[in-house]
C-alpha cells in the first residue's frame, strides 16, 4: 500500500510540475494571462484592490509570503505608480497599503486577461469532465491549506 502511495505521489508531482510549466507559471517577468509583471506582482495588486486597504502582515498572510518579499513587491509595485503606503490617524505604528487609481486599472486589466485565459483554458476541457477537475482542483487547494496550517 506504502509503494502505491508513493508512485500516486511521484505521478501526483510529475502532474503539477507539467501544468505549471504548461501554464506558464515560470515566467519571471509575465503573468499567464500575458501581462508583463510577475505573478506574484499580479496577485499582490488583485488583493490590494479587492481587500485593501491591508497592513504589510496581512497582505503576507493571505500571498503565503515572508513579510521581507511582501515589502519587496510593494516597493516594485510603488514604483509603477501602482500601490501606496499610508499611514492612518490614530495609528501611527501600522502602515496601510492601498492601490492608486494606475493600480486599479491595472488591476481590471489583469482581470479581464485572467478571465479571457482561464475561459480558453475551460473550452479546451470537455463540458462534462470540467466540474471534475474544479473539483479536484478544490480537493488538491483544500489538502495543501491544511498542510499549511499544520506547519
Known sequence: MQEDSESDAVVLQARIIAFVRAFGLYQPDQTPCGQALSVSEAHTVTELD???PLT????????RLTKSTVSRLVDQLTARGWVQRRKRDGDGRLVWLEVTDAGRHAAGELATARAARFSSLLEAIPAGRRQTVVDALTLLVKAADEQHDQH
Open 56 to 63: 504589510q502582515v496581512e497582505l503576507a498572510g493571505r500571498l
Open 50 to 52: 479587492r481587500d485593501g
